[in-house]
């Protein structure tokens, strides 16, 4: 579980109105921050590494001299090396340095991608709520009493269903995929180096 405050703690409370947790006692911010972290890696072949973590291994052994006194970490993305700011920490999202954003930054999430996040987050602690109940779901029965407790897995996995659902609409009717380059957009402003 991730435990320490991220930059996408902000969509904590949203992902909390998707699972019915209004008063924030059903689920702990750590298991809804770890499920924001993980729709993030889960979303990434959907947009093309749009959004990145930032993990440990990520951080070049050899930082560029001078670089951090500028301001900048040397990193490994999906898509190449590339300066980051230093204030991001491990667990935080970046944006993909490679990629075009219609919204500048902060935040770093645009707003239409947003929705996605919060599905994903949702949908991955619904999964691994039903996956943690399974050995609940059992049904038995006797000659004079019969019981079952299908039902909740079958209204858990609606649920999850629906989740997914609304999660696939909106990649086909709101998210445009993003427009790659072939240099950090953030790094050389207005040239190209080939």
Not at 8 to 34: C, H, K, N, Q, W
Not at 93 to 104: A, H, I, K, M, T
Not at 121 to 144: I, M, N, P, Q, R
Not at 173 to 186: C, F, G, V, W
């Amino acid at each position: 579980m991730i435990t320490t405050v991220n930059n996408m703690d902000y969509l904590i409370e949203p992902v909390r109105m998707r699972l019915g947790d209004f008063e924030g006692t059903l689920y702990s911010d750590a298991l809804i921050r770890t499920a924001l972290v993980n729709s993030i890696k889960f979303l990434q072949k959907r947009w093309r590494s749009k959004y990145q973590i930032l993990n440990s291994g990520m951080i070049a052994e050899q930082q560029p001299s001078g670089l951090l006194e500028q301001g900048y970490i040397w990193v490994s993305t999906t898509n190449g090396y590339t300066f980051l700011s230093v204030g991001f920490e491990v667990n935080d999202v970046f944006r993909n340095p490679f990629l075009e954003f219609d919204q500048p930054e902060p935040p770093v999430i645009e707003q239409n991608d947003e929705d996605a996040i919060i599905l994903a987050a949702a949908y991955l602690v619904h999964l691994g709520k039903l996956t943690s109940s399974s050995s609940t779901f059992v049904s038995w029965s006797t000659e004079d009493i019969k019981y079952t407790n299908s039902e909740s897995s079958k209204s858990m996995k609606v649920v999850l269903d629906a989740l997914m659902s609304e999660l696939n609409t909106l990649f086909k009717t709101r998210i445009a995929q993003p427009k790659a380059t072939r240099q950090p957009l953030n790094i050389v402003v207005g040239t190209k180096v080939y």
